[in-house]
């Protein structure tokens, strides 16, 4: 078990694990129990005192829920409230397009969920807390690391009870893509572009039961509407940069966005009382060049910060963590600098490719958004060629996508 030492002379408290993980994220918290599941001894340290606040992603994906499975938790994931989703359904210019069908993986798994991050995030804690080697602190924000002879040796935390020192075999920077880890150790990631902006909010159901639906594009712009247990989840995309625009023109004009897009929501965005009742999600598409340094290893999106596109996040922050243990537990075991180096460098060659191969979609995706055609991708009524594509091509995409969007372009197992 980790120990904790107290000085009082500076009331700066001192703690020993051989992995510490700046990060109470899914890469951060699935990490950990996977390697107390291995007999390491681990330190999670999140900044917020729970769970409890709107995430980017919802969404769980089958290559998730394989791993769910594996580690025993399923009863206890489904018996959190979700939606889950066979058909990822989009209604483009009005017409409602059955774009990809998960049906078609391989069982059990033939469907995302939809479950709000913070059940997630719990869920994984406590079984995380399940073994004795594991613990998770909260309401404690990583300021910077510690090294000694150019190697990463530990973190400085700030905590309602005075600063925190965990000295560590291994730093994880699970942190972000706010990362005060990846900063400290003079990595930055190479940015990619994305022109456009989510604005976040939330709307009660329509009276009319309405289908789940995840996009909608038309000619006013797009907005996303991921249906969680009592009540719609929303986005609206705007150009990068304009949410100033937005705020100038209005509520009222903010609520016609939304309902030229989708109609259906005309009869409760008057529940939106005010601007303030949006939270601007500044997208970002970046990756790390180099995911380590001696000491320390950076994963999710401390390492790589996914778009919203294909609401794929917390399934690549997943992987990352369960490559990562997997690689990591027996050089841990082990012991010895130049083995936990090796392997850090290990999971980067796994799972940087597959990362990059993702995002370069989404960011041909967040370019045809950016094309201004919006709702006339698709004409209504179709064209002759757009009604040949929907019957004959269509069909044929839908199991790639489904492969693509359920699992990656490299799934892990536990």
């Given at each position: 078990m980790a120990?904790?030492?107290?000085?009082s002379?500076?009331?700066?408290?001192?703690?020993?694990a051989?992995?510490?993980i700046?990060?109470?994220g899914?890469?951060?918290?699935?990490l950990?129990?996977?390697?107390?599941?291995?007999?390491i001894e681990?330190?999670?340290?999140?900044?917020?005192?729970d769970?409890?606040r709107?995430?980017?992603?919802?969404?769980?994906?089958?290559?998730?829920?394989n791993?769910i499975?594996?580690?025993?938790?399923?009863?206890?994931?489904?018996?959190?409230?979700?939606t889950?989703l066979?058909?990822?359904?989009?209604?483009?210019?009005?017409?409602?397009?059955?774009?990809i069908?998960l049906?078609?993986?391989?069982?059990?798994n033939?469907m995302i969920t939809?479950?709000?991050?913070?059940?997630?995030?719990q869920?994984?804690?406590?079984?995380?807390?399940r073994?004795?080697?594991?613990?998770?602190?909260m309401?404690?924000d990583?300021?910077?690391?510690?090294?000694?002879?150019?190697?990463?040796?530990?973190?400085?935390?700030d905590?309602?009870?005075?600063e925190l020192?965990?000295?560590?075999?291994?730093?994880?920077?699970?942190d972000?893509?706010?990362?005060?880890v990846?900063?400290?150790v003079?990595?930055t990631?190479r940015?990619?572009?994305v022109?456009?902006?989510?604005?976040?909010f939330?709307?009660p159901r329509?009276?009319?039961?309405m289908?789940?639906?995840?996009?909608?594009?038309?000619?006013?712009g797009f907005?996303?509407?991921?249906?969680?247990?009592?009540?719609l989840?929303?986005?609206?995309?705007?150009?990068h940069?304009?949410?100033p625009?937005?705020?100038?023109?209005?509520?009222?004009?903010f609520?016609q966005?939304?309902t030229?897009v989708?109609?259906?929501?005309?009869?409760?965005?008057?529940v939106?009382?005010?601007?303030?009742?949006?939270?601007?999600?500044?997208?970002?598409?970046?990756?790390?060049?180099?995911w380590?340094?001696?000491?320390m290893?950076?994963?999710?999106?401390a390492?790589?910060?996914?778009?919203?596109?294909?609401?794929?996040?917390?399934?690549?922050?997943?992987?990352?963590?369960?490559?990562?243990?997997?690689?990591?537990?027996?050089a841990?075991?082990?012991?010895?600098?130049?083995?936990?180096?090796?392997?850090?460098?290990?999971?980067q060659?796994?799972?940087?490719?597959p990362?990059?191969?993702?995002?370069?979609?989404?960011?041909?995706?967040?370019?045809l958004?950016?094309?201004?055609?919006r709702g006339r991708?698709?004409?209504?009524?179709?064209?002759?060629?757009?009604?040949?594509?929907l019957?004959?091509?269509?069909?044929?995409l839908?199991?790639?996508?489904?492969?693509?969007?359920?699992?990656?372009?490299?799934?892990?197992?536990?």
């Amino acid at each position: 078990m980790a120990t904790t030492q107290q000085t009082s002379a500076d009331e700066t408290r001192t703690q020993r694990a051989q992995v510490c993980i700046a990060g109470g994220g899914p890469a951060g918290v699935m990490l950990g129990l996977l390697l107390a599941r291995a007999g390491i001894e681990v330190v999670v340290l999140e900044k917020h005192a729970d769970f409890f606040r709107d995430f980017r992603g919802d969404t769980v994906h089958p290559s998730t829920l394989n791993i769910i499975d594996a580690l025993g938790l399923r009863s206890e994931f489904d018996a959190i409230p979700h939606t889950p989703l066979p058909r990822l359904d989009a209604v483009i210019n009005g017409i409602r397009i059955h774009a990809i069908d998960l049906s078609t993986l391989p069982p059990p798994n033939r469907m995302i969920t939809l479950m709000p991050q913070w059940d997630l995030l719990q869920l994984l804690a406590r079984a995380g807390e399940r073994h004795p080697s594991f613990r998770l602190r909260m309401n404690a924000d990583v300021t910077g690391v510690i090294e000694r002879g150019g190697r990463v040796v530990g973190v400085r935390a700030d905590t309602p009870d005075g600063e925190l020192v965990v000295e560590a075999d291994l730093v994880v920077a699970a942190d972000g893509r706010s990362s005060t880890v990846r900063p400290s150790v003079g990595l930055t990631p190479r940015e990619y572009g994305v022109p456009s902006d989510v604005l976040w909010f939330r709307l009660p159901r329509p009276t009319e039961k309405m289908p789940d639906t995840l996009l909608w594009a038309g000619v006013g712009g797009f907005v996303i509407t991921i249906p969680r247990p009592d009540y719609l989840q929303c986005g609206l995309l705007i150009p990068h940069g304009t949410f100033p625009q937005v705020q100038g023109e209005g509520l009222e004009a903010f609520r016609q966005r939304i309902t030229r897009v989708v109609p259906r929501l005309t009869e409760v965005v008057g529940v939106l009382a005010s601007l303030d009742d949006v939270k601007l999600l500044s997208v970002q598409i970046d990756r790390l060049d180099r995911w380590w340094r001696p000491g320390m290893l950076a994963i999710g999106d401390a390492a790589h910060a996914m778009s919203p596109v294909f609401g794929v996040g917390i399934n690549y922050a997943v992987q990352d963590a369960v490559a990562a243990a997997r690689v990591l537990a027996p050089a841990l075991s082990r012991g010895g600098a130049d083995a936990l180096d090796a392997a850090c460098a290990a999971v980067q060659r796994r799972r940087e490719r597959p990362t990059a191969m993702m995002q370069a979609i989404q960011r041909a995706a967040h370019r045809l958004i950016a094309s201004g055609r919006r709702g006339r991708i698709i004409d209504n009524p179709p064209t002759r060629v757009q009604r040949a594509v929907l019957r004959l091509v269509l069909p044929t995409l839908r199991p790639l996508m489904a492969r693509l969007i359920g699992y990656g372009f490299r799934p892990e197992r536990v």
